[in-house]
């Protein structure tokens, strides 16, 4: 069965950086390409980065510069490290992964930047 944790969420001032994690279970970190979206509370859901099966990143034109995704193969996990957050990056952040044209999403984190 196919999971995924997200944690790491919580209260943040502008300008400070936070690290979310996303723990998968089910699927192997090197089978399936693992991606950040966020859930402002005012916009649609926006895809924030991806990382492929061979390590490789990319991310949405948005967040390049100040997010980084990243992942640890022996804990079978998904980081995305944010750097320089401001108030807009206010959201439920959540990871997500389709296996076969099925999609799997975890519960999402929430992400308060404020002073």
């Known amino acids: 069965q196919v999971q995924l944790v997200e944690s790491g969420g919580g209260l943040v001032q502008p300008g400070r950086s936070l690290t979310l994690s996303c723990a998968v279970s089910?699927?192997?970190?090197?089978?399936?390409?693992v991606s950040w979206y966020r859930r402002p509370p005012t916009r649609q859901r926006e895809f924030l980065a991806t990382?492929?099966?061979?390590?490789?990143?990319s991310y949405a034109d948005r967040v390049a510069g100040r997010f980084t995704i990243s992942r640890d193969l022996d804990k079978n996990t998904v980081y995305l490290r944010m750097d320089d957050l401001e108030n807009d990056d206010s959201a439920v952040y959540v990871c997500h992964l389709n296996i076969k044209g099925t999609d799997y999403w975890g519960q999402g984190t929430q992400v308060t930047v404020s002073s």
């Open positions: 990382i492929f099966r061979s390590g490789t990143p």
């Open positions: 089910g699927v192997y970190l090197t089978e399936q390409r």
